[in-house]
């Protein structure tokens, strides 16, 4: 392989290098590419697609456009220069398909074909691939939007799942990322589900709380604008997840946690655990009330709000400083109660409760709000704009 011209990109901060490959290289790539990013082994299965005209004409003898690729390196001086030919041949688990995952399936399933002086024919055949080095997640997310706007495309949220999928294998500031498949539940204060920390991410770059189940080229353009703010020089999702953090593990030291009035208890010959959950439908604690779906959905749409309206530029500039505002008892009964009224009003119980935990930490965290950083006073504030909003 070789490289053929290196053009900088100064809207990512990277450089494209365009390079020409024998066949035989890229598969050993591409290979290697979608089998260690699990979310990268969607493809195209149906014979009436332009997928399998491109079959015959590849193994006629056709050239295909470039291919392209971001080198995904884990440290944090991505702008470091790379010989990439060397990067390739090393490391092509840092290698990620940006356009073009269709075109390499298809090369795959050739070669696998194609036997004797047709597959060596085959494998010596010259393609192109644009390869982005030196760009951070964000900036490779802008780029993979941009490639992929006006197609049948994945989700911003599916890309942004194959962009951190590696953070499985490593903590952030102490956190722990667990995969439900691994059979593994996120118990402890610094442990959360991937998914729910990627959907929760996914809402502070759209800054809609709402799940985003079908990509939507609408949403990615949404998506897009966003990013292009961002500073290319931060690990977006990183601080994301370690901001959420600092709030679960401030929650955690108020020690807030459920009772039972003893005299309830005896004038009732139910046991205390059965009176627990008849009272706090939602959460029996404050850790528990806080570490769901819905509320790290709302919590990303809320910080995205509030960063367009200029409360603050990055996330280590939210200084996080909770007061329970009322008893423990008073406050966990109270939003409970709050939970019972939006299941019973809302038309969408799950959205009413993801809009609420947006409103809920836009109004925690807005210095001017009338109840900044005051746990208890947010509630009804929260939920009289979430009746406004329509829940």
């Keep these: 392989m070789k490289v053929i011209s290196v053009i900088e990109d100064n809207v990512v901060e990277g450089a494209s290098h365009l390079l020409e490959m024998p066949i035989s290289e890229y598969l050993d790539l591409a290979r290697v590419i979608v089998e260690k990013n699990e979310f990268q082994r969607k493809r195209v299965k149906t014979s009436k697609t332009t997928y399998s005209l491109l079959r015959k004409d590849l193994i006629t003898g056709c050239v295909i456009p470039p291919i392209v690729l971001a080198h995904r390196r884990n440290n944090k001086n991505h702008n470091d220069a790379v010989d990439m030919v060397t990067a390739l041949n090393k490391s092509p688990e840092e290698f ?17 074909e194609l036997e004797g002086e047709k597959l060596a024919s085959f494998l010596q055949r010259l393609v192109r691939c644009e390869i982005y080095d030196g760009v951070n997640r964000a900036g490779i997310l802008y780029r993979m939007l941009t490639l992929n706007t006006g197609q049948t495309t994945m989700s911003l949220r ?26 593994v539940s996120a118990k402890k204060i610094n442990e959360y589900n991937f998914r729910e920390m990627i959907e929760g991410f996914n809402s502070y770059v759209e800054r809609n709380e709402m799940p985003m189940d079908k990509a939507d080229v609408l949403d990615n353009i949404s998506g897009l604008e966003n990013l292009a703010r961002e500073d290319n020089d931060t690990d977006l999702f990183a601080e994301f997840i370690s901001i959420w953090n600092v709030f679960i593990t401030s929650i955690s030291d108020l020690d807030i946690e459920a009772e039972v009035d003893e005299d309830d208890i005896e004038e ?33 749409a809320a910080l995205g709000l509030l960063k367009d309206e200029e409360q603050f530029d990055r996330f280590e500039e939210i200084e996080i ?3 329970i505002g009322s008893e423990p008892q008073k406050f966990l009964l109270a939003f409970n109660e709050a939970i019972v ?16 935990f947006r409103m809920y930490f836009k109004i925690l965290f807005m210095k001017d709000s009338g109840a900044y950083m005051n746990l208890y006073k947010t ?13």
Aim: proline share 1%; glycine share 10%.
């Design 379 to 391: 509630i009804g504030l929260a939920l009289n704009g979430a009746r406004r909003l329509g829940i």
């Design 321 to 323: 400083n909770l007061v």
């Design 158 to 183: 599916h890309q942004i799942e194959i962009m951190y999928l590696d953070y499985l294998d490593h903590d952030i500031d102490g956190v722990q990322l667990i995969r439900e498949v691994d059979g």
């Design 268 to 300: 009732d010959d139910r046991d205390d655990e059965t009176k627990r959950e008849e009272i706090y439908v939602w959460a029996k604690n404050g850790v528990r009330m806080f570490k769901r779906p819905q509320a790290v959905s709302g919590f990303g």
């Design 341 to 356: 009224a939006i299941n019973e009003e809302a038309r969408k119980i799950g959205n009413a409760q993801r809009l609420f």
């Design 96 to 112: 990620i398909i940006l356009d073009g995952l269709q075109r390499s399936f298809t090369l795959i399933d050739i070669a696998s």
